[in-house]
């Protein structure tokens, strides 16, 4: 019976056609599972030709045995060798070009560029600030609050407009240095209309009448005459200036209409109420300085920037076409004089 059965096993094996015994798989290379990669009537196979040779096996982006890139730019290509960039950033240039960036957008106008504060002064300017803020906490705010309290609206008002017409002569004087004589003429006549028609400046006709209020002083003179950037200077009870509004404040000094009161005690009070004045208009900007990370250095650039722009705002609506109309026409300006400041550090 066993001898049967070996010789029916043999004619089995005997019959088994090449292609069953293509299809059984084979042990090559100490163990590992290959196939044979023939193609059949049922379709392509699954494996690799017999005759490709292993540098057309690797895949598509991998470098040569040497380890330098191929030369094709197609996707998933190598570049030269001198190309610095990753395979990722060629395939991403292969498909959206070289100059293609998914985050700037080239439509759009180059972002704008703030003039930086030349400070040198930092430490010593720190102390000053400290010093001006806690003469502000303790007497200047507490002055003001009272003066707001006890002094209704109307009146304070108009001891703003008074204050504010004093300063026009000044600004006339400044406008004519500055080459502006159509806003000079404009200054003075605002001047004359509220001194008279306005009873000495405690009401404002002249805003009624167009008239534009417009401020100079002769540290924005400086400015537009070459003296373009100052180091920045924090001044025990005058606040933030430039070394250049420093000179301003003392050429302006002389012209001022409250100087020119021989009363001493007048002419103090009358200080001490335009200072008091100009602080109740800063209250706007008090709650600026409770969330500030640093306090210093938003006070000094704030005022760095608006100051740049009181010297070059006028040139900037004139000459850039680019404006829209409400930056490009003559806007009034309600700034007050610069020749009195308040003990503030964002004064001014």
Same mark, same amino acid.
């Given at each position: 019976m066993s001898l049967l059965l070996c010789a029916l096993l043999l004619a089995g094996c005997a019959g088994q056609t090449p292609r069953d015994a293509a299809t059984q798989p084979a042990l090559v290379d100490g163990g590992a599972l290959a196939a044979d990669a023939d193609v059949d009537a049922r379709?392509?196979?699954?494996?690799?030709?017999?005759?490709?040779?292993?540098?057309?096996?690797?895949?598509?982006?991998?470098?040569d045995a040497e380890g330098w890139p191929a030369e094709s730019q197609a996707v998933g290509d190598e570049a030269p060798s001198d190309d610095p960039r990753t395979?990722?950033?060629?395939?991403?240039?292969?498909i959206y070009g070289a100059t293609y960036d998914p985050v700037a957008d080239p439509t759009l106008p180059q972002a704008a560029v703030l003039p930086s504060t030349y400070d040198p002064w930092e430490p010593l300017n720190?102390?000053?600030?400290?010093?001006?803020?806690?003469?502000?906490?303790?007497?200047?705010t507490p002055l003001a609050r009272a003066y707001v309290a006890a002094v209704p609206r109307p009146v304070r008002l108009g001891v703003s407009n008074f204050f504010n017409n004093l300063g026009q002569p000044v600004s006339a004087i400044n406008a004519l240095l500055q080459g502006k004589p159509v806003q000079?003429?404009?200054?003075?006549?605002?001047?004359?209309?509220?001194?008279?028609?306005?009873?000495?400046?405690?009401?404002?006709?002249?805003?009624?009448?167009?008239?534009?209020?417009?401020?100079?002083?002769?540290?924005?003179?400086?400015?537009?005459?070459?003296?373009?950037?100052?180091?920045?200077?924090?001044?025990?009870l005058f606040g933030p200036r430039t070394v250049r509004d420093v000179?301003?404040?003392?050429?302006?000094?002389?012209?001022?209409?409250?100087?020119?009161?021989?009363?001493?005690?007048?002419?103090f009070f009358l200080q001490g109420l335009q200072l008091v004045?100009? /602080?109740?208009?800063?209250?706007?900007? @008090?709650? !600026? =300085? +409770? &969330?500030?990370?640093?306090?210093?250095?938003?006070? %000094?650039?704030?005022?760095?920037?608006? /100051?740049?722009?009181?010297?070059?705002? @006028?040139? !900037? =609506? +004139? &000459?850039?076409?680019?404006?829209?109309?409400?930056? %490009?026409?003559?806007?009034s300006d309600t700034t007050v004089p610069v020749d009195v400041m308040p003990i503030v550090p964002g004064g001014g």
């Open positions: 379709g392509p196979a699954t494996g690799l030709d017999a005759t490709s040779s292993a540098e057309d096996a690797a895949p598509a982006g991998v470098a395979q990722a950033e060629r395939d991403f240039a292969a720190r102390r000053v600030h400290a010093f001006n803020n806690a003469i502000d906490r303790r007497i200047a000079a003429s404009a200054s003075l006549a605002r001047f004359l209309v509220n001194a008279t028609v306005g009873v000495a400046g405690v009401f404002d006709p002249a805003t009624r009448m167009n008239i534009p209020n417009r401020s100079e002083d002769f540290g924005q003179t400086l400015g537009v005459w070459g003296w373009e950037t100052s180091r920045y200077v924090e001044l025990p000179f301003g404040l003392v050429g302006d000094a002389p012209l001022s209409p409250v100087q020119q009161v021989d009363n001493a005690e007048a002419r004045d100009l /602080r109740t208009q800063l209250f706007a900007i @008090d709650s !600026m =300085r +409770e &969330g500030a990370t640093d306090e210093y250095a938003l006070f %000094r650039d704030s005022w760095m920037q608006r /100051r740049q722009y009181q010297i070059f705002g @006028d040139r !900037m =609506r +004139e &000459g850039d076409e680019s404006l829209p109309d409400y930056l %490009r026409e003559d806007q």
